[in-house]
């Protein structure tokens, strides 16, 4: 396991149902990646199709022993890639998942577990949900995945890190909206900026943050990609509203040290949550 | 373009609010505003293989605006301003026409419509102002989509929020284009980023109006102004305060209820036809896909 390790932010603009011609777009951003000294690469949720699918998600689903998956790990000899597809399962399920895919194979899937289906989201009415909130051992030390609106919900980080997850890389087609305050970004991406660097000092953990660009629909998507160390430090960021790949090197020596610091996640006590949880579940109906 | 406009039936004039109302105004940052829209009309008018754009050029503040947006996203040179007066049409609105096409750098040409308009209308001699309002509108939107199809290139939309809203627009007429850029703005907000955008102040600051006849202004044939229902619509729209938070907050009841009910009875000009669901697919329902599906 390597404690440093680079990382480079894909910050694509995927075209909207058209997975040979995002994939294309992988295989550049991947040797782009290679190049600058990276030995991680992580594109923005569903990187390989698009969002706003609609009735098109069964047509761009991929199996995870599907061909596409398998150019990417192919993609994966000397970089492990994060990239993020519609994942179709031998029962005909399509989930919104990211893959882990390191040295040649599918490590990990992360079916997204917070499918948001309310204002301009409809991704409940495609996408089955994902049941799992889960840690992996990569080659880079403990991380987990999480999808876009997956951290906008405490409780899945909050696993994550006592999962044993040294950093979170969340991939993310996040739009923006409400241009309203006299800032440099929209509404929401002060938002995310707000919650990255809550989470990152809450848990002593970096937070890698990868959002896209472009318009569908005319929907726009922010970017302003983004690592956040356990203090809750910007070490790099992708422009807004723009395409970019950038790199940063993470020390996971800062974990360490922020932990030392305040060991907020020793002192957690699971027993007083699951204990309160259980109340919670069975006591009366809110 | 200025349109001719004619407001929802069974919906009068109705009284504006006079008491000092506690709700905001609608909230813009006219520079990221300007930055993105800019990049969405580059965006979503490239990927569908196209460089350029066409819009009517009214004169007024919405196609100045647009006619802007376009140019930096595109380049002067890959937008038309078509000017297609009436021979009602005031000089002073050709005339800022040409100080919009000036200042952004576009192309103008002038297509008159007098003669076909005239020629249909002396078939049908009785026919009322809206009337005359809409045929003139939808003239000029085939005279917009002729000159795209010559030119490869999209018809560019201008119309707003409020008159969206408001259903102050005639259905496939100035309503319809490929790409608009103003949609989510209201009127006001337009006023703001027009002047950002550097539109000339005597197209921002003169009353908006359809300019089909001398002296029409929007705000006497709706009977308000704009900032009072932008900031009733801002409020009730994306704010969602219901009815009596809106009485609540200093709105006059009548003025809620107007507005509300033209929003209601122009919902149709914001939608598709309706299509009779008989098979187990159908358009726009159960066949979903987004406009950019596969670009």
């Known amino acids: 396991m390597a404690d440093r390790f680079t990382v480079a932010l894909a910050q694509t603009k995927p075209h909207l149902g058209d997975v040979a011609r995002n994939l294309r777009q992988h295989e550049e951003a991947v040797a782009a990646a290679r190049d600058a000294g990276a030995n991680l690469v992580v594109f923005p949720e569903l990187s390989l199709t698009g969002y706003h699918l609609k009735d098109d998600v069964p047509s761009v689903a991929q199996r995870v022993d599907g061909p596409v ?57 495609y996408f089955a949900r994902g049941g799992h909130v889960r840690a992996l051992d990569t080659g880079f030390g403990r991380g987990a995945m999480l999808v876009c609106e997956d951290l906008w919900h405490a409780s899945t980080i909050y696993l994550a890190a006592l999962d044993g997850a040294l950093f979170v890389v969340c991939p993310s087609s996040s739009p923006l909206r409400g241009v309203s305050e006299d800032a440099a970004q929209d509404d929401n991406a002060r938002f995310w900026e707000l919650i990255t660097r809550a989470y990152a000092q809450t848990y002593g953990i970096f937070v890698v943050y990868v959002n896209r660009v472009g318009f569908e629909d005319g929907v726009g998507f922010w970017g302003g990609s983004e690592v956040v160390d356990p203090h809750g430090r910007t070490l790099v960021k992708a422009p807004y509203y723009e395409p970019g790949l950038v790199t940063c090197e993470i020390d996971l020596a800062e974990v360490r040290r922020k932990r030392i610091a305040a060991p907020l996640l020793r002192d957690e006590d699971i027993d007083l949550t699951l204990r309160e949880l259980t109340r919670i579940r069975h006591g009366a109906p809110r | ?61 919405d196609s100045a605006l647009a006619a802007g947006l376009a140019a930096e996203a595109l380049g002067a040179a890959n937008v038309l301003g078509i000017k297609m007066p009436y021979r009602t049409s005031s000089a002073e609105s050709l005339q800022h026409a040409d100080q919009v096409a000036e200042r952004f750098g576009i192309e103008s040409m002038t297509v008159e419509i007098s003669p076909q308009i005239d020629a249909y209308f002396e078939r049908f001699p009785d026919a009322s102002a809206s009337r005359r309002g809409n045929k003139m509108a939808r003239e000029r939107m085939t005279i917009l989509y002729d000159h795209s199809a010559r030119l490869g290139a999209l018809v ?23 790409v608009n850029p103003l949609g989510d703005l209201y009127k006001v907000q337009v006023w703001d980023l027009a002047r950002h955008a550097g539109v000339p102040h005597e197209v921002v600051d003169k009353p908006p109006t359809a300019d089909l006849w001398v002296g029409q202004t929007d705000e006497s044939e709706l009977g308000f102004a704009y900032p009072e229902v932008d900031r009733l619509l801002y409020a009730m729209i994306d704010l969602r305060f219901g009815r009596d938070e809106l009485v609540a907050a200093g709105f006059a009841p009548d003025f809620v209820d107007g507005v509300a009910r033209m929003v209601q009875r122009s919902q149709f000009k914001r939608k598709l036809p309706v299509i009779a669901k008989l098979s187990r697919r159908t358009i726009d329902r159960d066949f979903r896909y987004a406009r950019d599906w596969g670009l």
Not at chain 1, 70 to 96: G, K, M, Q
Not at chain 2, 166 to 178: F, I, K, R, V, W
Request: hydrophobic share 40%; glycine share 8%; charged share 25%.
């Open chain 2, 1 to 61: 373009m200025s349109a001719p406009r004619t407001a929802a039936p069974g919906t009068e004039p109705v009284p504006a609010a006079t008491d000092a109302v506690r709700t905001p105004p609608p909230p813009l940052n006219a520079k990221l505003a300007h930055r993105l829209l800019v990049d969405f009309v580059a965006d979503e008018v490239k990927k569908t293989g196209v460089t350029r754009v066409v819009l009517g050029l009214s004169g007024g503040v």
């Open chain 1, 69 to 125: 998956v398998r150019r990417l790990e192919e993609l994966s000899r000397d970089v492990t890639v994060v990239a993020s597809l519609v994942e179709e399962t031998s029962d005909f399920r399509f989930f919104n998942s990211a893959l882990w895919i390191e040295q040649g194979a599918v490590r990990h899937v992360h079916r997204k577990v917070y499918l948001p289906t309310y204002g301009m989201f409809d991704e409940s009415r």
């Open chain 2, 156 to 178: 560019l939309g201008t119309s707003n929020k409020t008159e969206l809203l408001l259903g102050y627009g005639t259905l496939y007429g100035d309503m319809a284009s490929a």
